[in-house]
């Protein structure tokens, strides 16, 4: 099983459509597969069926942004109904602020120097209800202010940069509950990624488990492999399923492609098997 469940597309920051992102998994070998746009579910339908028809499983996905602690944390949904209505205006809610959100990082990109920056990521967005810091990266990096998109997010738009606005997205138990309403189960995406303390980390899988959280990623493409070995020790340690999942988003930028990613460590248990 090749399964890649972490996947972007044009729907939210990702560069292809949802067709052409299931060409590229399938491509690179996956046999079990989920589209995981952020905050927003409007790729499903092609996903799956563009999926079906190549001969992969598809499981419906989801990444919603959280707030916990003051940081920013990704919650994966994973084989969620996109119609359930817990789900749908959870979603809605949570992209609500973006645009407002954009036109303030467009405004203190300009106080920087930087003009232009708010219509400049426009042009990358496909999905005018989901515009994201990604966006914003590549006319950064169109625009010679960096020299690709993770050079943006370290010198404009990573958390505390100068370039970063603040937001408050979902809280965690609302993105658990919204999944489980859904029929579906959170995973906590790339743990690895968070600048929390190790006290804040045994917190926020405490509470994660207390909510109905079953799994974390420990093979991504937001991890390095170091990461890969110190998140299955944190799966065994808490009792976590473990996903894996690329994060894929465009062809060319520094994400790894669809399937290529080293499997899980044999002795974690897969979340995605109890849909099998
Ligand atoms: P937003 O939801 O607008 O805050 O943007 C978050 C998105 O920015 C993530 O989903 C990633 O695609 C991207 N991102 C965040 N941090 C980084 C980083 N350090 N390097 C590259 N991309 C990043
Ligand atoms: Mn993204
Ligand atoms: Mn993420
Ligand atoms: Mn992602």
């Known amino acids: 099983?090749?399964?890649?469940?972490?996947?972007?597309?044009?729907?939210?920051d990702g560069?292809?459509?949802?067709?052409?992102?299931?060409?590229?998994?399938?491509?690179?070998?996956?046999?079990?597969?989920?589209l995981t746009?952020?905050?927003v579910l409007g790729g499903?339908?092609?996903?799956?069926?563009?999926?079906?028809?190549?001969?992969?499983?598809?499981?419906?996905?989801?990444?919603?942004?959280?707030?916990?602690?003051?940081?920013?944390?990704?919650i994966v949904g994973l084989h969620v109904d996109p119609e359930c209505t817990a789900l749908v205006e959870g979603l809605a809610r949570t992209r609500d602020g973006r645009a407002a959100r954009a036109e303030a990082m467009g405004e203190r990109l300009a106080e920087l120097g930087i003009q232009g920056a708010y219509p400049g990521a426009l042009r990358y967005v496909s999905n005018p209800d989901l515009i994201s810091r990604t966006h914003f990266a590549r006319f950064l990096v169109e625009s010679g202010r960096a020299q690709n998109t993770q050079d943006a997010f370290s010198r404009w738009l990573g958390?505390?940069?100068?370039?970063?606005?603040?937001?408050?997205?979902?809280?965690?138990?609302?993105?658990?509950?919204?999944i489980k309403a859904a029929g579906g189960e959170a995973i906590i995406a790339h743990?690895?990624?968070?600048?929390?303390?190790?006290?804040?980390?045994?917190?926020?899988?405490?509470?994660?488990?207390?909510?109905?959280?079953?799994?974390i990623e420990v093979v991504t493409g937001s991890h390095t492999p170091d990461q890969y070995a110190e998140y299955a020790a944190v799966a065994?340690?808490?009792?976590?399923?473990?996903?894996?999942?690329?994060?894929?988003?465009?062809?060319?930028?520094?994400?790894?492609a669809p399937g290529m990613l080293p499997p899980l460590p044999s002795d974690l248990k897969p979340v995605w098997e109890r849909w099998l």
Request: with cysteine; hydrophobic share 40%.
């Open 44 to 74: 499903q339908r092609e996903a799956r069926e563009t999926a079906e028809a190549l001969g992969m499983r598809y499981l419906n996905g989801v990444e919603i942004s959280v707030t916990w602690a003051s940081r920013t944390v990704h």
């Open 159 to 178: 958390d505390g940069k100068p370039g970063y606005i603040a937001h408050r997205w979902a809280k965690l138990a609302d993105a658990v509950s919204w």
């Open 15 to 34: 560069q292809l459509a949802p067709a052409a992102v299931a060409r590229l998994a399938k491509a690179g070998g996956v046999t079990l597969w989920a």
């Open 191 to 215: 743990p690895g990624r968070y600048a929390y303390t190790q006290l804040e980390f045994d917190t926020l899988f405490g509470e994660f488990i207390d909510l109905g959280g079953k799994a």
């Open 1 to 12: 099983m090749n399964a890649d469940l972490h996947c972007h597309s044009t729907v939210s």
């Open 37 to 39: 746009d952020h905050d």
């Open 236 to 256: 065994r340690r808490f009792g976590f399923e473990a996903s894996r999942g690329s994060d894929f988003h465009a062809p060319g930028d520094d994400s790894i």
